[in-house]
């Protein structure tokens, strides 16, 4: 396990950006494939952008393709997630996850064990 402590959410008008980030403790952050969930009012909680501790395997979901953008500072034990031209549809609570892994892939999403308290993100239109 590993604790995460999300920050830099908050109100945005549409085509606006915002920069989430997430500091970890606990355990070796190049240990984690780190990874950005959302959930929506009244939605389920979905994956939406996802990097292994390398740098050379992330995902992005198809919603946020080219708009979002997922980096982490292993030195910092930080991943942060970039989000411009944001759209009303990105209004969500938003978790930090981790999951344990030290190879260059993305693991499934049950192997995301360790979450942030979550943070909210609201895109007016």
């Known amino acids: 396990q590993v604790q995460l402590v999300e920050s830099g959410g908050g109100l945005v008008q549409a085509g606006g950006s915002l920069k989430l980030s997430c500091t970890a403790s606990?355990?070796?952050?190049?240990?984690?494939?780190m990874a950005w969930f959302r959930q929506p009012p009244g939605k389920d909680r979905q994956l939406v952008a996802a990097l292994a501790w390398s740098g050379g395997s992330r995902y992005y979901a198809d919603s946020v393709e080219g708009r979002f953008t997922i980096s982490r500072d292993n030195a910092k034990n930080t991943v942060y997630l970039q989000m411009n031209s944001l759209k009303p549809e990105d209004t969500a609570v938003y978790y930090c996850?981790?999951?344990?892994?030290?190879?260059?892939?993305?693991?499934?999403?049950?192997?995301?064990?360790?979450w942030g308290q979550g943070i909210q993100v609201t895109v007016s239109s």
């Open positions: 606990g355990r070796t952050f190049s240990s984690f494939t």
């Open positions: 996850s981790a999951a344990p892994n030290d190879d260059d892939y993305i693991p499934p999403v049950p192997d995301f064990s360790s």
